[in-house]
């Protein structure tokens, strides 16, 4: 009787360790729509042992480039510039997305939406027009409503890309206050977040100037230090800011191509690890690579690998949750490639994984 009742607890451990080691989570890639290509959001099942990957459901909303998840709450911004351009609210059914509302937003082209940690609140970037969006929202029942907006003014030296401000991105900082970069002025503008008759509200900080023409567009924040690593969209540098007194001093600036590079560049995104140890960059047009920069003692960067991402315009990418693996969205050649990631060295390998989607542009988990 002993032995079979230890058989059978052998046997339901095994079960428990087998299902922990191949645990699937969803995952979310918004894209850019067609006609003849995809019809919004794709979710899928991601293996988080193996890296497999299965379709699960699509969910029809136009162009969501970016997307945003709080729980069971997902958010995306519908990059539009026909007059049509909002952000919709989605609850998380299963393997299915339920659309619960949107709104429209005061500039168009809407490139970005902050998701507040307490799910209170969220920030719409919009690439033309040059404003902040901020709306009320609620875990049931979606957008609450409109609850203000900021307009920014400024221009660059680059006529055709920096005639007026352009809006990338919201990124919350260590300190809790926004912070947004503007391509169009060469600026990250650092804001706390107030709550004013019931409403939030942006109030200005302080701001960072960026190098004449270089084009600030995301920012990752060193989770221990304070410490900013900024992408230069136009010029493929990434420039290290520390916070000295109530200052962010410019304390480095590294390009994340390799030796030789000579071509166009259109740096996306970039990401720190969790442990702070290593920093990831995408650069798309000419260079469509990956740069691995490891972090030193004082904060700053030593590029270790510029990698292929075996595709054409990686925009955005993220890490899966144990950060085994790096997914890059390769928006030119219809593929979300799936690096292995070494958590000692940084390096990235090609793990031979592949996920075909439209014009895959954000990949949430």
């Given at each position: 009787m002993i032995k079979r009742y230890f058989s059978v607890a052998l046997i339901l451990m095994t079960v428990v360790v087998t299902e922990i080691k191949a645990q699937k989570i969803p995952l979310y890639v918004g894209t850019y729509t067609e006609?003849?290509?995809?019809?919004?959001?794709y979710t899928f099942s991601f293996d988080t042992e193996t890296a497999?990957?299965?379709?699960?459901?699509e969910t029809e909303t136009p162009s969501p480039s970016f997307i945003a998840r709080k729980n069971e709450l997902l958010l995306a911004v519908?990059?539009?510039?026909?007059?049509?351009?909002?952000?919709?609210?989605?609850?998380?059914e299963g393997d299915k997305?339920?659309?619960?509302?949107?709104l429209p937003t005061?500039?168009?082209?809407?490139?970005?939406?902050?998701?507040?940690?307490k799910g209170k609140y969220a920030i719409v970037s919009n690439y033309l027009g040059g404003t902040l969006d901020i709306y009320g929202i609620d875990s049931q029942k979606g957008l609450?409503?409109?609850?203000?907006?900021?307009?920014?003014?400024?221009?660059?030296?680059?006529?055709?890309?920096?005639?007026?401000p352009h809006i990338h991105s919201t990124f919350f900082g260590k300190d809790n206050h926004v912070y947004v970069s503007d391509l169009g002025s060469d600026q990250i503008y650092e804001f706390q977040v107030q709550k004013k008759d019931g409403k939030h509200a942006l109030n200005l900080a302080s701001i960072i100037k960026t190098p004449a023409g270089a084009g600030p567009r995301h920012l990752a924040f060193h989770p221990k230090k304070k410490i900013i690593y900024a992408i230069m969209e136009m010029t493929a540098d990434v420039l290290v800011y520390e916070k000295e007194n109530d200052t962010w001093v410019e304390k480095?600036?590294?390009?994340?191509n390799g030796e030789g590079f000579s071509g166009n560049s259109g740096a996306a995104d970039i990401k720190v690890s969790k442990d702070g140890r290593f920093v990831y960059a995408t650069d798309r047009v000419d260079a469509n690579n990956i740069a691995s920069f490891k972090v030193l003692r004082d904060g700053k960067l030593e590029k270790i690998q510029v990698q292929s991402v075996l595709g054409k315009g990686p925009r955005n990418f993220n890490f899966s949750p144990?950060?085994?693996?790096?997914?890059?969205?390769?928006?030119?050649?219809?593929?979300?490639?799936?690096?292995?990631r070494d958590k000692k060295t940084g390096l990235l390998t090609d793990s031979g994984k592949r996920i075909n989607a439209f014009k895959p542009v954000c990949l949430i988990f």
């Open positions: 006609k003849e290509g995809s019809k919004g959001i497999d990957v299965t379709l699960l459901s519908n990059e539009l510039t026909d007059g049509n351009q909002s952000i919709s609210a989605f609850q998380i997305l339920k659309f619960i509302n949107k005061t500039g168009s082209a809407p490139c970005h939406v902050l998701l507040d940690p609450l409503g409109h609850e203000g907006n900021v307009k920014f003014e400024g221009s660059g030296p680059n006529k055709k890309r920096q005639d007026a480095q600036r590294l390009n994340m144990d950060e085994k693996f790096v997914l890059v969205g390769n928006q030119l050649s219809n593929e979300v490639v799936i690096f292995k």
